[in-house]
């Protein structure tokens, strides 16, 4: 349970937090019209759409942070700013080291975030990983659960 709390601490608390102490400031810069560049970016998980066991409560942190992305990107949007969420397979990165691949280079997830920024995304699911649960969530949300809880492989 140590773990579960330090993950929605981080994922889900510290999300809110930093609304709270930078959503006003972002807001202020919005207000300078049709030239504003602002943008508030959350690095979220392909977890937060379905479950991953071996990860379950990384999963569940991550889903709660897409739910108040969610809330953050309503808010945001009358004051002009655009709320963009990235949901990454495993990056490469000591966290992951563990996970087999394929795993997403950190310099592909900056990447994705400059073409979202320009496209206008609102919703970048970089990596094989992220694009195969994606294809396989929209195609039957609870065969996906039901896989992975039999322990479906990561991609």
């Excluded at 655009?82 to 990454?88: A, D, E, G, K, Y």
């Amino acid at each position: 349970t140590d773990a579960a709390r330090d993950e929605m601490e981080v994922n889900y608390f510290g999300l809110l937090r930093l609304s709270q102490a930078f959503g006003g400031a972002l807001k202020a810069r919005a207000a300078d019209g049709p030239t504003s560049a602002t943008a508030w970016v959350n690095l979220l998980s392909i977890y937060a759409l379905s479950n991953f066991p071996p990860h379950g409560t990384f999963s569940a942190s991550k889903a709660a942070a897409l739910s108040l992305s969610q809330c953050l990107r309503a808010e945001m949007r009358q004051a002009g700013i655009r709320v963009i969420n990235l949901f990454p397979g495993p990056i490469d990165d000591e966290w992951n080291q563990t996970m087999p691949p394929p795993k997403l280079a950190p310099a592909a997830v900056a990447s994705a975030i400059v073409k979202a920024l320009r496209e206008g995304v609102e919703d970048v699911y970089p990596g094989e990983v992220a694009q195969e649960w994606l294809e396989r969530w929209r195609e039957n949300p609870k065969v996906l659960e039901r896989e992975l809880a039999l322990g479906g492989a990561q991609s």
